[in-house]
């Protein structure tokens, strides 16, 4: 079938050479959409093997292509007798003159710049179409071919005819010279006319280039001022096929992954996620294509150093005309930092609920603790040391003591514990338990410990720090059971906005640091998890309180400081510990102070106490050594007692929580009218009615409960008498 025929007919056949799928199916979308039949090649040397099987009238190619690019194929088609007659039309970006150059030294028919026109290309290839029908025209007729150089022209037949009739007017050679002569001017003529339209067509599709390169230039910049806004959200941009293959390089993707675009392309990229994270990530993307609706959710992507990050992935669909996918398009936001946050608030909920509970247990449990201890050296006072009931009264005793260390143990971790702060140098701390410290953890453990000299000074009760740091040497002596190396390490350290940003409620400022490193068996993120909830323990049943980690956490956060734990599983375990840095020296120890001799006394003391059982043991107590005891159950009654009492009352002892008027409010309206009587506070746990987050403040006389009636018998003297 001949070209007249090709067109009169309709079945115009082009061939398309391009190596992106997506450009591919968008320029045979439009072709075949103005009524022409297309054949697709991926790349140059496909597109070749396709022309030895049909007969397109014009080829459209790409340029840049692997195996072939658009030049090759160019100059082969015009190379060949067969197919030199097919126009080729050429993809370019035209990002330089010389492309045209080149393009047309391959024979190239005509240019199209990236990204193109629909009507812009409709047009180019319907004038290719109506010059070759009118050359069919004119070599049906006859005519003749004049070569310029490498160029052709052909002369039809009705112009040749009348060339001849002029030339056959001048019968002498003189004539015939002449009008040779005039044949020649007008060819020269001819031919400067046609290098004037070369010229002119060369700087009109060059204008056309510089359109293109500057519409283009401007796409890219708008392409990278869309990906500097996902970068700067922390985030990677990613395009996927319609079934969420990727076709094209992901720059951004690659570079977070440390994948190549090989293991990229496809599927490979899921190769990036958590394991755990794979089959709901899938499932969600296949019910999001089937819907045809937006994609959301949040995934875990391993980073180039094998670290893990989370994501909020978010994809849209582009539709075709007729509603299909053509490709999806999204961002991945890094919300790392944020979900370390929600599970930082999380687990500070969850501890500050449990604290609140044991707490409150803590504090009825020592009210009962109290009344088992006191009771128990009552029953050995009245019996006598060597009756054989007193060695059963003694392990009564003996358990309730035990109950009430766990008990003082809860009151660390809900942070409602007595602390007696003093100014210190963390370092004599270290240096005191570091004596004692390596028979704790045993021979086959190297204990070393690297100081700052310069240390700032600290605001704690140095007998609780005492105990965080040998809760957390026992701890990692436990993580290393075949000996290891525990590194104790001091240093000033600020922390600034940024680094408080990272933990809920830390503080910025300056911070005195203890840091303790094991080199044990280290945590999964479960246990790190609950390692300072009370009674969670990793030991055998029976080997452990599980309240030691429990204490460290309620002591720091009672002395206003901060606890990290960084571990991972096989590779030890690190707690750092950041305390306030305060100005001021260091204040010298208290001396001990002697043991009060004579216990009697006759002064009249007002016992304030809301437990029947600990009140009545108080009044037993103090009025077996001399004293008169008045009792009141809350603090309306204490007042109207003290109102109503006529004598003097030397001494109130109170306990700080009880119901209606506080025990700071009771000792303030009591002052008004007995501004001599002395007050000794007791309780099981202090709250900030007395004092400031558990800190009782200096020159309070306090009784921790529980107590024995020795202990009751000697604060009260020591009161009465300072």
Sequence with gaps: MNVEEKLRNGKVEILIAEDSSTQAEQLKYLLEKHGYQVLVGKNGKHAL??????????????????????????????????????????????????????????????????????????????????????????????????????????????????????????????????????????????????????????????????????????????????????????????????????VEDIPSFRNFTGQSYEEVKGWGWSKALHPDDVERTVQMWKEAVEKKANYKIEYRLRRYDGNYRYFLTRGVPLFAKDGSILEWVGTCIDITERKELENQLIQSQRLEAIGRLSGGIAHDFNNLMTAVVGYSDLLTMKLGHDSDICKDIEQIKKAGQSAANLSRQLLAFSRKQILQPRVVDLNHIVDDVDKVLQRVIGEDISLITVLEPQLGYISVDPGQIEQVIMNIAVNARDAMPNGGKLTIETGNVYQDERYAQKYLGFQPGSYVMLAMTDTGTGMDEETKSHIFEPFFTTKEEGKGTGLGMSTVYGIVRQSNGYIFVYTEPGRGTTFKIYLPRIEGNAEPEEKEKLPVKVLNGTETLLVVEDNDSVRNLARKVLGGYGYTTLEAEDGESALKLSEAHEGSIHLMLVDIVMPGISARDLVGRLKTFRPQMKVLYMSGYTENAIAHQGVLNPGMPFLQKPFTPVVLAQKVREVLDS
């Design 49 to 246: 093997n396709l022309l030895q099987q049909h007969s397109p009238m014009i080829i459209i190619s790409d340029i840049i292509m692997p195996e072939m690019d658009g030049y090759e194929l160019c100059r082969q088609v015009k190379a060949n007798e067969k197919l030199k007659s097919i126009p080729v039309i050429l993809l370019t970006a035209l990002s330089n003159p010389e492309d045209v150059i080149r393009g047309l030294e391959c024979g190239a028919d005509n240019f199209i710049t990236k990204p193109y026109d629909e009507k812009y290309l409709i047009s180019r290839v319907n004038y290719l179409l109506a010059n070759m029908h009118l050359q069919a025209i004119d070599e049906s007729q006859g005519g003749l071919t004049i070569h310029f150089g490498k160029q052709k022209y052909f002369i039809s037949s009705n112009r040749l005819q009348i060339f001849n009739l002029l030339l056959s007017t001048y019968e002498t050679a003189i004539h015939k010279n002449r009008e040779l002569e005039r044949v020649q001017e007008e060819l020269r003529k001819l031919n400067e006319q046609l290098e004037d339209k070369v010229k002119e067509r060369t700087a009109t599709l060059m204008a056309e280039v510089a359109e293109r390169k500057q519409a283009e230039e401007a796409l890219r910049a708008s392409e990278k001022r869309y990906q500097s806004y996902i970068e700067v959200a922390g985030g990677l941009g990613w395009v996927t096929n319609a079934s969420g293959e990727v």
